[in-house]
């Protein structure tokens, strides 16, 4: 399995990024996709996750309402949009695979459930 994260980068708080995680490699149509983010000294954060199954979604409080998920089974990519960006978003921001997952509760963003990881994209909000 290959994930790779893209469309990092700077800036401004209010501004806005879009993230995409192109994944590869694996056989099966079913699994999840999460994404997921490391500020420096505090530990991995999930954010949201979709499942390829029929699209079900859950975001984290943190980012509900600013952060939007999509994906395109037929490419396998996954996007994540995000709006009014602030300052505490800054993180290093990854994308990983659960096989055979579903997305719907808060526990499906649990960082031990899922199988493959992307190598990361920083993200930066200035203030």
């Known amino acids: 399995v290959q994930l790779v994260e893209s469309g990092g980068g700077s800036v401004q708080t209010g501004g806005s990024l879009r993230l995409s995680c192109a994944a590869s490699g694996f056989p099966f149509d079913d699994y999840a996709i999460g994404w997921f983010r490391q500020a420096p000294g505090k530990e991995r954060e999930g954010i949201s996750c979709?499942?390829?199954?029929?699209?079900?979604?859950y975001y984290a409080d943190s980012v509900k309402g600013r952060f939007t998920i999509s994906s395109d089974n037929s490419k396998r990519t996954v996007d994540l949009q995000m709006n009014n960006l602030k300052p505490e978003d800054t993180a290093v921001y990854y994308c990983?695979?659960?096989?055979?997952?579903?997305?719907?509760?808060?526990?499906?963003?649990?960082?031990?459930?899922?199988?493959?990881w992307g190598q990361g994209t920083q993200v930066t909000v200035s203030s």
């Open positions: 979709i499942s390829s199954v029929n699209g079900t979604t």
């Open positions: 990983a695979l659960e096989a055979y997952g579903f997305c719907w509760v808060k526990a499906s963003l649990d960082v031990d459930g899922y199988d493959a």
